[in-house]
């Protein structure tokens, strides 16, 4: 069952605490993309990876890092730095740069 | 960098009737053209895309057509379906340097289609 894979579906952290939102895909694409989804707000890109153990910054990447070690994972940390967190999360993945993304189910973050 | 403008905000149609969603953008260099369809609590789902070497796009009853020199580029959904209320979001692709591309997405209309 080929598809992208965010976990979990909802977390709850408090203030101050880094958390880690986890993203795979078994598509064998090579891109992968994070974006942050405010009510009422277009998809705002925050990193996007085209290749293994290389990623960029979007356009609101402060307060958040990413790795690309693995081809299937992109994880996300949220840290303590990130003024605003509390947001629903999109995972997504396409073959390569400017085609079709495919997205997740998301992860809603909620900071108390 | 990329900004793209997206009208109405909220849109109602009666079942059966046609929804018209338009999209404005601002860099003449964007090459692609997508459209997502987002369920509450669901992640987008890509419903139709185009590219710029391309006028118009149909799949059933849903078409995009693109106008480059107006830079603006709008979505068609014929006989609208109670099925068919989601938000939908139109984005738009340009190439950011060193093979990478970045996708700028529109804020969104929601569509209801009343029985």
């Known amino acids: 069952d080929g598809g992208i894979t965010q976990s979990p579906k909802y977390l709850f952290r408090k203030e101050g605490q880094n958390v880690t939102l986890s993203c795979e895909q078994n598509?064998?694409?090579?891109?992968m993309y994070w974006y942050r989804q405010d009510p009422g707000q277009g998809l705002r890109l925050i990193y996007y990876?085209?290749?293994?153990?290389?990623?960029q910054k979007g356009d609101i990447a402060e307060g958040y890092s990413v790795s690309r070690e693995k081809k299937e994972s992109f994880p996300l940390t949220v840290t303590s730095a990130q003024k605003n967190p509390t947001a629903f999360y999109l995972c997504?993945?396409?073959?390569?740069?400017?085609?079709?993304?495919?997205f997740g189910q998301g992860t809603r973050l909620t900071v108390v | 960098g990329e900004n793209v403008e997206q009208h109405p905000s909220t849109l109602s149609v009666q079942e059966g009737d046609s929804a018209v969603i338009k999209c404005t953008y601002s860099?003449?260099?964007?090459?692609?053209f997508p459209w997502y369809k987002q369920e509450l609590g669901k992640g987008p789902q890509l419903i139709i895309d185009?590219?710029?070497?391309?006028g118009e796009k149909k799949d059933q009853r849903i078409a995009v057509t693109l106008n480059k020199t107006a830079k603006h580029f709008s979505l068609h959904i014929t006989e609208t379906q109670p099925e068919d209320s989601a938000v939908y979001f139109c984005?738009?692709?340009?190439?950011?340097?060193?093979?990478?591309?970045?996708?700028?997405f529109g804020k969104g209309t929601k569509l209801s289609v009343i029985p």
């Open positions: 997504a993945s396409s073959m390569v740069a400017n085609t079709e993304a495919f």
């Open positions: 598509l064998n694409h090579d891109a």
């Open positions: 990876s085209q290749i293994v153990n290389d990623f």
């Open positions: 860099d003449s260099a964007s090459n692609y």
């Open positions: 185009i590219r710029s070497n391309v």
């Open positions: 984005a738009a692709s340009i190439y950011s340097g060193a093979g990478s591309y970045q996708l700028t």
